[in-house]
């Protein structure tokens, strides 16, 4: 699975962004696509998460209630829409797939990361 994120970029604190994670290759298998952030100086973490199988989403508390994340249909692209951006969500975005082969709760396949910068 390839996985190309895009959308990334610079804006003020209030603003939005939406961000975009393309699936390519053998997808068949893949059970869920995920966002993931990482801070300068800190560890990745969870942002939001939606399942292949019946759409179902879940997000971490520190963006509930201003990111949504959702899938085009059918197809193989994943969207978060982030709004009310603050300049603690500035961090390099990763969206990741989790497929059959993974372990329970595992995302076994990576993208590179996209960039968003909010400024105060």
């Known amino acids: 699975v390839q996985l190309q994120a895009s959308g990334g970029g610079l804006v003020q604190a209030g603003g939005f962004l939406r961000l975009s994670c393309v699936a390519s290759g053998r997808t068949f298998g893949t059970y869920a696509l995920g966002w993931f952030r990482q801070a300068p100086g800190k560890e990745r973490e969870f942002v939001a998460t939606?399942?292949?199988?019946?759409?179902?989403?879940y997000y971490s508390d520190s963006v509930k209630g201003r990111f949504t994340i959702s899938r085009d249909g059918a197809g193989n692209t994943v969207l978060l829409q982030m709004n009310n951006l603050k300049p603690e969500d500035t961090a390099v975005y990763y969206c990741?797939?989790?497929?059959?082969?993974?372990?329970?709760?595992?995302?076994?396949?990576w993208g590179h990361g996209t960039l968003v910068t909010v400024s105060s």
């Open positions: 990741a797939a989790a497929t059959v082969a993974a372990s329970p709760g595992e995302y076994n396949y």
């Open positions: 939606i399942s292949w199988i019946d759409s179902g989403t």
